[in-house]
């Protein structure tokens, strides 16, 4: 199942190297959630592994961006002791276009007042 979510990066981690097969990066972002007329500020992690750990590279701190993750969850045993983990996997990253960040040639400008029709003197010849 994947998920979206929008917010500010806020932090972006060198890649490790977890092993010889495995590597991964984590980056930060800080997400705004309002619930019963209260904003709430959430720091959320993710991790991208292997071939996407260069998605964050071309994103700078503070800049607006959509992520597309899945959650997974792991067992792990050590000891006799069973914990579990879960994981918030980014597979792809997308910056948001802020609203004022457009291209300028598709808006169209607001009238003047000199662009507004008004009364003249002259007679009227216009057949409709």
């Not at 071309?58 to 997974?72: L, T």
Request: proline fraction near 4%; include cysteine; charged fraction near 30%.
């Amino acid at each position: 199942m994947s998920f979206e979510i929008s917010g500010r990066l806020i932090e972006k981690y060198s890649t490790i190297q977890v092993s010889d097969r495995f590597k991964k990066r984590e980056f930060v972002i800080e997400s705004n959630a309002s619930n019963g007329g209260m904003e709430f500020k959430d720091f959320i992690k993710f991790q991208l592994t292997q071939d996407k750990c260069n998605l964050v590279d071309n994103m700078n701190v503070n800049d607006e961006i959509k992520v597309s993750f899945n959650i997974r969850g792991n067992k792990w045993e050590k000891d006799g002791k069973i914990n579990y983990f879960t994981n918030l996997d980014a597979w792809r990253i997308d910056k948001v276009q802020q609203q004022n960040q457009g291209s300028n040639h598709d808006e169209i400008p607001a009238p003047s007042i000199n662009d507004m029709p008004f009364e003249s003197s002259e007679p009227d010849d216009l057949p409709f």
